[in-house]
């Protein structure tokens, strides 16, 4: 008996110290102060806390073994939450975040005081923003979004609409495809518009940057060249789609573009547009993304150009669908649609979800009476609850053929996300038309 117990008291200090040597590794490679954090926290509960076990099963005394789970007690207790004070800290006083990180999950939750223009750059000289609006995404795929090289394009304000002369369509690729690039040249056509279709959306595949294990370059290497093949491969199909498209109308000035530049160059176009198309459903690279990671998602958060993005091609426009919630920019987008100068003749509705929260009802109200007073056909509908049922939603958006929203989801992940419906994603998924402005 004495032996088993000497070999378990082993393995565990052989365990303990394996944890310990692998959170050292991390702590050293690991690129942000969050993932570093995230691998010392293994070091002082599993790994400390199973060289405890192993020093009391050495010991084999009763005091000694009831002192070893006591310690490890104390630190299953109080460990995490001093690896959360500390994260919370860093997240506040603008630690940069990692490039591995594909969202900023507290991004308007947290009031964060330093923006990093570029995730995972070197530290230096920053500079200090306020926080940003809940649900805008932080580490978007444009690191300079909120930094235009024309702050004035990004002050659009006012109800007046703005005149529609240069569209740029993303050619990503994706079932929306073709269906974009139709809508761009009609809305084209009216306003005597050109259209750049732009392939490779600006996003240079670049190669992983997080933590690598011995060995791992190859494979690194490998993954960044077989999506650099699949971005180049969609964005030909993109191209192709669009030139027949382009083809087929002749009196629409139509031209593109493949870029593959650093995303900075891309926010320097979308500053020269009038509005950006964008086909739905899909990502960077052309991959099939979720709603609120979409290409359309990106670039409306950068707050520069209003973004419509297309799942299907209406014969006509019905009725517009203005969706009113707590979310932020909600407020504005009855002046949004209004600048935009699209489906001027169409009827509006608006949407109120969750009513019973602050300011929605003050919201819905007002955006009502700007569009009467700009002459528009304007209805106020039945509020959606929080709580509401998918199914029934969708019959209500039935003859809506565009909707203006402030965001495609308002998911910020955690496990009441997963339980609850997302009445933003619902419109993005039934809907035709979504216009982000």
């Known amino acids: 008996m004495i032996v088993v117990?000497?070999?378990?008291?082993?393995?565990?200090?052989?365990a303990g110290a394996a944890v310990v040597a692998l959170a050292a590794t991390g702590v050293a490679r690991l690129p942000d102060p969050f993932s570093r954090m995230h691998a010392a926290a293994k070091a002082g509960v599993a790994g400390a806390g199973l060289l405890l076990l192993g020093a009391g099963l050495a010991f084999g005394t009763t005091s000694a073994i009831l002192t070893t789970l006591v310690a490890v007690v104390f630190l299953v207790l109080t460990a995490p939450l001093a690896s959360h004070a500390l994260g919370r800290s860093a997240y506040v006083s603008g630690a940069p975040l990692g490039a591995a990180s594909e969202a900023d999950a507290l991004a308007g939750i947290l009031e964060r005081h330093v923006f990093d223009p570029k995730p995972a750059a070197p530290a230096g000289l920053r500079t200090p923003t306020g926080a940003r609006p809940r649900g805008e995404a932080g580490m978007s795929q444009f690191p300079k979004a909120m930094h235009p090289a024309n702050p004035a394009i990004s002050e659009r304000t006012g109800d007046t609409p703005l005149p529609l002369r240069r569209i740029l369509l993303c050619l990503l690729g994706g079932p929306?495809?073709?269906?974009?690039?139709?809508?761009?040249?009609?809305?084209?056509?009216p306003h005597g518009a050109t259209v750049l279709g732009l392939s490779g959306a600006g996003l240079e595949p670049r190669s992983w940057r997080g933590p690598l294990p011995i060995g791992g370059a190859y494979w690194a290497e490998w993954l960044a060249s077989r999506s650099r093949s699949q971005m180049r491969e969609a964005a030909a199909t993109a191209l192709a789609d669009f030139r027949e498209v382009a083809a087929a109308n002749p009196q629409v000035e139509t031209s593109a573009r493949h870029e593959e530049a650093a995303s900075e160059d891309l926010i320097r176009l979308l500053a020269g547009q009038d509005l950006v198309i964008v086909p739905a459903g899909v990502g960077p690279h052309g991959a099939e993304s979720e709603l609120g990671h979409e290409t359309a998602a990106a670039l409306a958060a950068a707050h520069i150009v209003p973004v419509l993005r297309v799942r299907s091609r209406p014969d006509a426009i019905r009725g517009v669908l203005l969706v009113v919630g707590s979310s932020p920019g909600c407020g504005a987008l009855a002046a949004?649609?209004?600048?935009?100068?699209?489906w001027a003749s169409a009827p509006i509705s608006i949407l109120p979800v969750g009513d019973d929260r602050r300011g929605v009802r003050e919201m819905v109200e007002a955006q009502a009476g700007l569009l009467r007073d700009h002459g528009r056909e304007v209805a106020v509908m039945a509020p959606v609850a929080l709580d509401f049922e998918v199914d029934e939603l969708r019959a209500r958006l039935d003859g809506f053929d565009a909707a203006v929203v402030s965001g495609l989801s308002t998911r910020y992940g955690g496990v009441f996300d997963s339980m609850r419906s997302c009445a933003f994603e619902?419109?993005?998924?039934?809907?035709?038309?979504?216009?982000?402005?």
């Open 5 to 14: 117990v000497e070999i378990l008291a082993a393995l565990l200090l052989i």
């Open 176 to 189: 929306a495809q073709r269906e974009a690039a139709a809508q761009a040249v009609e809305l084209a056509r």
């Open 336 to 342: 949004g649609l209004l600048r935009s100068g699209l």
């Open 426 to 437: 619902t419109v993005a998924e039934t809907v035709p038309l979504v216009l982000l402005p």
